[in-house]
C-alpha cells in the first residue's frame, strides 16, 4: 500500500526557511517522480514544484523560483522542499504527491496528508 | 500558463440525482486531463486520468468525457458520500494547473 507521510511544517517568520520532508513506502520511489501541492487556508489546489525519479530534472512554479528547492534521497525513499524566503503567501497545507506513471509526469495518484506552513511575524 | 475554468463555483444537488461538472482549458490539453475529489479536512483523492479512465476502486458512478479544451465529469446517480469539491487539473503543460474547484452541496 502506498503511503507519503509530510512532515516539516511549522510557523515561520517572514524572511525565514523551512525544509519538508515526505516520507514515501509502498512503490518503488525512485521510478516515479514526485511533486509538491499546496493549498492555502480555504482556496483551492497549486502545483509547486516536481522531480524526476533520478533527481535529474526538476520543476517549479513561478512563484517559488529561487526560492524553493525540490530534491529526493532514494536511499531514504524521502522527497523534500528546502523553502527560503518564505512570504505571508507562502502560507499553506503541503502536500506531496506521487505521479501515476513510472518516468511519467501525469496524473497524481496518491497524495500525502499534507503539513501545515505558517509565514507570519 | 494554461488556465483551468471550472463552472459553477457550488452545485447544490439531491441523493439519487445526476450531476455534471464543468471544466475548461484556455488552450488545449490534448487528453492530459485528470479529475480529483477533495473532502473536507482529507487529501485530494484521484478519480479520474486521460480524461475518463476511473482510478482503483472509484465507482462506475464516476465518468469522464470532453476533449480540447471542454471537459465533464458526470455523476449518475449521487451517493452520500460524494458531497465534496471536485478539481480539474491538467498535465499537458508546465506549470501544471488546477480548476479553482467545484463545491457540490447538499439540496
Known amino acids: 500500500e502506498v503511503h507519503l507521510a509530510a512532515s516539516g511544517g511549522d510557523l515561520a517568520q517572514p524572511g525565514g526557511s523551512l525544509r519538508l520532508s515526505c516520507a514515501a513506502s509502498?512503490?518503488?520511489?525512485?521510478?516515479?517522480?514526485m511533486s509538491w501541492v499546496r493549498q492555502a487556508p480555504g482556496r483551492g489546489l497549486q502545483w509547486v514544484s516536481s522531480i524526476s525519479g533520478s533527481g535529474g530534472s526538476r520543476y517549479n512554479a513561478d512563484s517559488v523560483t529561487g526560492r524553493f528547492t525540490i530534491s529526493r534521497d532514494n536511499s531514504k525513499n524521502t522527497l523534500y522542499l528546502q523553502m527560503n524566503s518564505l512570504r505571508a503567501e507562502d502560507t499553506a497545507l503541503y502536500y506531496c504527491a506521487k505521479y501515476g506513471d513510472p518516468y511519467g509526469y501525469y496524473h497524481f495518484d496518491y497524495w500525502g496528508q499534507g503539513t501545515l506552513v505558517t509565514v507570519s511575524s | 500558463e494554461i488556465v483551468m475554468t471550472q463552472s459553477p463555483a457550488t452545485l447544490s444537488v439531491s441523493p439519487g440525482e445526476r450531476v455534471i461538472f464543468s471544466c475548461r482549458a484556455s488552450h488545449g490539453v490534448n487528453n492530459n486531463l485528470a479529475w480529483y475529489q477533495q473532502k473536507f479536512g482529507q487529501a485530494p483523492r484521484l478519480l479520474l486520468s486521460?480524461?475518463?479512465t476511473r482510478a482503483t476502486g472509484v465507482p462506475a458512478r464516476f465518468s469522464g468525457s470532453g476533449s480540447g479544451t471542454e471537459f465533464t465529469l458526470t455523476i449518475s446517480s449521487l451517493q452520500s458520500e460524494d458531497f465534496a469539491v471536485y478539481y480539474c487539473?491538467?498535465?499537458?503543460?508546465?506549470?501544471?494547473?488546477f480548476g479553482q474547484g467545484t463545491k457540490l452541496e447538499i439540496k
Open positions: 509502498g512503490f518503488t520511489f525512485s521510478s516515479y517522480a
Open positions: 486521460g480524461v475518463s
Open positions: 487539473q491538467q498535465y499537458n503543460n508546465w506549470p501544471r494547473t
